[in-house]
């Protein structure tokens, strides 16, 4: 067995929020490499400065635009309660006490070190939970399922919170005149379109914008807020958590179903986690505690204080805080930060869909890459075009932002919720915490998210069943996949030829050899592919090197150099190679198997040949699964993306021989 001398360095993934799907040559496994992946230097100075300001613009955009509405729903909801001295200043000690909970503790100080080889998100945390200690298949299972329903609840974040913020910030148009009422929505339609449509182009050319813009924006935030504390300063009684015990208290249940819009503060927490290997736990800190929540706080105590004034004020609360000269720019810059705080979420879906792609919950879709450098900054057209059409079906169904907050927090709270029980997983058999210490965490964490998930559940008969339905279906396509690859894999394992017999045979009855590689990619290194079995019993010839190859998906986000690949010498000409990547990098066969150097084996771009297996599935009543999910199964196989493309391969070099399997 060879070691590579000199193998290609990995390329860095970007913010794990995205997906794509398993390679139909491609086997997910779980490892234990010893290599972490890390920042290699603790950023410090104007590299700190720089990721910091990264952070603003694309960690921050979602919790950033909050402001926008989360306060005001509060009093002007569906469930508002009426703007009096005590509920202002209790709904606003819960949303300051939120904020400390569970972005400043919860998320900035524990999740945060859950990383999985410097990487985070909801699917990195459960790859790094699922195989940590032996456990019993039912408990993994239940993890995994959580792990991916966490997971699927995402892509309704990815329509909610497009179509929430820009709606929130143009109805800032019609405090200024009530002639835009009726443009607000089609305003809307069309910035959300063009939003879609530039996404092909990727965020490099508008991404150092988005840093810039979002310190300008926070910076105006603490600026609207700080005018209205200074002439109401008793807004800072706030901070005593006793208002919000009290609010509690005096309300009942109408106080506890005000915990649905307090939740709009801490939409963005999964951003923090997820875009975690992008800068770095470091600057995401930095960013929060020095500019983000100081902002945050200011915004919604000059709101509290505003409505202590007026409580009239509660339908445009965000807006009457500005004066009237500011008003049409504040529009404008509202809208550039939800076109962000989108932009943020819509990039996140294309990670999230990779990552599932990658670790075998997806089939294959085509993914473009739309920058040179930056191996993260992908286009996946299919889930640009969907999650398109859902956030504009939202718009048009919801009309305002008002009506669609009733949508939005039930798919987060859920994640949230899923994200503590993962953690508390991590802390006891990762970290090596006692069951007490890891326990109190969980509870405190799972009490807190509890609570918020019973206040938003209430919302389903009014828009909350959209999240649920959609995350129920992805979750349905996700372990149909999973489950029919499983399947498949044992049917092909059934019908293999053992390696060591078919070599035998090759010895015993040899076929003429002709010049050339010939390259077989097969699922497992276990068996003979089935390709090369199909091309000696049609043509009736082998070449003269011939190489089995096999590609692994690690559970972990980049694998090391030392373990990119292996290749061993089967003699006669005879090789096998098994290559391995991290589920946020993306395969490039040519570019591995040229940096192989093991004597005899070589592989040249004009005498490479690629031999690819091509399964049509027959869907019948053998034990397996459901008729309905194998039709399924087949329809997701027959759309999956080209394995010639997912694996970079080049198409004149690449031949296909079919087969049909009954699943």
């Given at each position: 067995?060879?070691?590579?001398?000199?193998?290609?360095?990995?390329?860095?993934?970007?913010?794990?929020?995205?997906?794509?799907?398993?390679?139909?040559?491609?086997?997910?496994?779980?490892?234990?490499?010893?290599?972490?992946?890390?920042?290699?230097?603790?950023?410090?100075?104007?590299?700190?400065?720089?990721?910091?300001?990264?952070?603003?613009?694309?960690?921050?955009?979602?919790?950033?635009?909050s402001p926008l509405y989360a306060m005001r729903e509060c009093f002007h909801g569906a469930h508002a309660v009426p703007a009096t001295h005590d509920n202002v200043l209790g709904v606003l000690s819960l949303i300051f006490w939120?904020?400390?909970?569970?972005?400043?503790?919860?998320?900035?100080?524990?999740?945060?070190?859950?990383?999985?080889?410097?990487?985070?998100?909801?699917?990195?945390?459960?790859?790094?939970?699922?195989?940590?200690?032996?456990?019993?298949?039912?408990?993994?299972?239940?993890?995994?399922?959580?792990?991916?329903?966490?997971?699927?609840?995402?892509?309704?974040?990815?329509?909610?919170?497009?179509?929430?913020?820009?709606?929130?910030?143009?109805?800032?148009?019609?405090?200024?005149?009530?002639?835009?009422?009726?443009?607000?929505v089609p305003l809307a339609i069309l910035i959300l379109v063009g939003l879609f449509l530039i996404q092909r182009r990727g965020t490099a050319g508008i991404g150092a914008m988005f840093g810039p813009v979002m310190m300008i924006w926070f910076v105006v935030l603490a600026a609207l807020g700080v005018p209205q504390m200074v002439r109401n300063p008793e807004v800072f009684d706030a901070l005593n958590p006793l208002y919000g015990a009290r609010f509690f208290v005096v309300n009942g249940w109408h106080g506890?179903?005000?915990?649905?819009?307090?939740?709009?503060?801490?939409?963005?927490?999964?951003?923090?986690?997820?875009?975690?290997?992008?800068?770095?736990?470091?600057?995401?800190?930095?960013?929060?505690?020095?500019?983000?929540?100081?902002?945050?706080?200011?915004?919604?105590?000059?709101?509290?204080?505003?409505?202590?004034?007026?409580p009239d004020a509660a339908q445009q609360l965000f807006y009457r805080m500005a004066p009237e000269w500011a008003l049409y720019p504040l529009v404008v810059l509202s809208t550039v930060a939800a076109c962000i705080a989108s932009q943020a979420v819509i990039s996140g879906s294309y990670s999230l869909t990779r990552q599932a792609v990658q670790l075998g919950y997806a089939p294959r879709l085509a993914i473009e890459?739309?920058?040179?450098?930056?191996?993260?900054?992908?286009?996946?057209?299919?889930?640009?075009?969907?999650?398109?059409?859902?956030?504009?079906?939202?718009?048009?169904?919801?009309?305002?932002?008002?009506?669609?907050?009733?949508?939005?927090?039930?798919?987060?709270?859920?994640?949230?919720?899923?994200?503590?029980?993962?953690?508390?997983?991590?802390?006891?058999?990762v970290w090596g915490w006692s069951l007490w210490k890891a326990g109190s965490l969980a509870v405190l964490f799972l009490t807190i998210d509890l609570a918020f998930f019973g206040a938003n559940i209430i919302k389903v008969a009014h828009g909350g069943w959209f999240p649920l339905l959609l995350a129920a279906l992805v979750f349905t396509l996700m372990t149909t996949w999973r489950k029919g690859r499983g399947i498949l894999n044992a049917k092909l394992r059934e019908t293999t030829l053992p390696i060591d017999s078919f070599l035998k045979s090759i010895a015993l009855h040899p076929h003429a050899r002709v010049k050339g590689t010939a390259v077989y990619m097969s699922r497992t290194a276990e068996g003979t592919p089935l390709a090369l079995l199909h091309n000696l019993k049609h043509n009736k010839v082998l070449h003269e090197r011939v190489v089995f190859l096999t590609v692994l998906t690690e559970e972990v986000p980049v694998v090391s150099r030392k373990s990119r690949w292996t290749c061993t010498d089967?003699?006669?000409?005879?090789?096998?190679?098994?290559?391995?990547?991290?589920?946020?990098?993306?395969?490039?066969?040519?570019?591995i198997l040229g940096t192989i150097d093991t004597p005899g084996v070589g592989f040249p771009p004009a005498e490479t040949t690629y031999f690819l297996g091509k399964e049509t599935i027959l869907a019948t009543k053998h034990p397996g699964m459901a008729i309905w999910r194998e039709k399924l199964f087949g329809i997701m196989t027959r759309n999956a993306g080209s394995a010639t493309s997912f694996f970079r391969l080049p198409p004149n070099r690449v031949v296909e021989l079919g087969a049909q399997i009954e699943m």
């Amino acid at each position: 067995m060879t070691q590579p001398a000199r193998p290609t360095p990995p390329a860095r993934g970007a913010p794990p929020r995205a997906f794509a799907r398993i390679p139909p040559f491609a086997e997910t496994r779980r490892t234990s490499l010893p290599e972490t992946i890390r920042f290699a230097v603790k950023p410090q100075g104007a590299y700190l400065f720089a990721l910091s300001l990264g952070a603003l613009g694309v960690v921050y955009g979602d919790i950033g635009t909050s402001p926008l509405y989360a306060m005001r729903e509060c009093f002007h909801g569906a469930h508002a309660v009426p703007a009096t001295h005590d509920n202002v200043l209790g709904v606003l000690s819960l949303i300051f006490w939120s904020l400390i909970i569970v972005i400043s503790i919860k998320y900035l100080v524990f999740v945060l070190r859950a990383d999985n080889r410097g990487e985070g998100g909801i699917l990195a945390l459960m790859a790094l939970a699922s195989p940590s200690r032996e456990r019993s298949r039912g408990a993994t299972m239940l993890l995994v399922a959580m792990g991916l329903f966490g997971a699927a609840l995402l892509y309704g974040d990815g329509m909610i919170t497009p179509a929430i913020t820009v709606l929130g910030a143009l109805e800032g148009l019609e405090v200024a005149t009530p002639i835009f009422r009726h443009w607000v929505v089609p305003l809307a339609i069309l910035i959300l379109v063009g939003l879609f449509l530039i996404q092909r182009r990727g965020t490099a050319g508008i991404g150092a914008m988005f840093g810039p813009v979002m310190m300008i924006w926070f910076v105006v935030l603490a600026a609207l807020g700080v005018p209205q504390m200074v002439r109401n300063p008793e807004v800072f009684d706030a901070l005593n958590p006793l208002y919000g015990a009290r609010f509690f208290v005096v309300n009942g249940w109408h106080g506890f179903l005000v915990l649905g819009s307090v939740f709009l503060v801490v939409t963005g927490g999964e951003a923090l986690y997820a875009d975690m290997g992008h800068f770095g736990a470091r600057p995401i800190r930095l960013a929060w505690f020095t500019l983000v929540l100081p902002a945050l706080t200011l915004n919604y105590f000059g709101q509290g204080a505003l409505l202590l004034r007026e409580p009239d004020a509660a339908q445009q609360l965000f807006y009457r805080m500005a004066p009237e000269w500011a008003l049409y720019p504040l529009v404008v810059l509202s809208t550039v930060a939800a076109c962000i705080a989108s932009q943020a979420v819509i990039s996140g879906s294309y990670s999230l869909t990779r990552q599932a792609v990658q670790l075998g919950y997806a089939p294959r879709l085509a993914i473009e890459h739309t920058s040179a450098r930056e191996i993260g900054q992908i286009y996946i057209p299919s889930i640009n075009w969907w999650l398109m059409a859902g956030t504009i079906g939202l718009v048009l169904f919801f009309q305002n932002a008002s009506n669609l907050a009733a949508a939005y927090g039930v798919a987060v709270t859920a994640t949230m919720a899923i994200t503590t029980v993962l953690l508390f997983v991590v802390a006891r058999d990762v970290w090596g915490w006692s069951l007490w210490k890891a326990g109190s965490l969980a509870v405190l964490f799972l009490t807190i998210d509890l609570a918020f998930f019973g206040a938003n559940i209430i919302k389903v008969a009014h828009g909350g069943w959209f999240p649920l339905l959609l995350a129920a279906l992805v979750f349905t396509l996700m372990t149909t996949w999973r489950k029919g690859r499983g399947i498949l894999n044992a049917k092909l394992r059934e019908t293999t030829l053992p390696i060591d017999s078919f070599l035998k045979s090759i010895a015993l009855h040899p076929h003429a050899r002709v010049k050339g590689t010939a390259v077989y990619m097969s699922r497992t290194a276990e068996g003979t592919p089935l390709a090369l079995l199909h091309n000696l019993k049609h043509n009736k010839v082998l070449h003269e090197r011939v190489v089995f190859l096999t590609v692994l998906t690690e559970e972990v986000p980049v694998v090391s150099r030392k373990s990119r690949w292996t290749c061993t010498d089967l003699g006669s000409g005879f090789y096998q190679v098994i290559v391995r990547y991290g589920f946020m990098e993306d395969p490039d066969i040519p570019e591995i198997l040229g940096t192989i150097d093991t004597p005899g084996v070589g592989f040249p771009p004009a005498e490479t040949t690629y031999f690819l297996g091509k399964e049509t599935i027959l869907a019948t009543k053998h034990p397996g699964m459901a008729i309905w999910r194998e039709k399924l199964f087949g329809i997701m196989t027959r759309n999956a993306g080209s394995a010639t493309s997912f694996f970079r391969l080049p198409p004149n070099r690449v031949v296909e021989l079919g087969a049909q399997i009954e699943m």
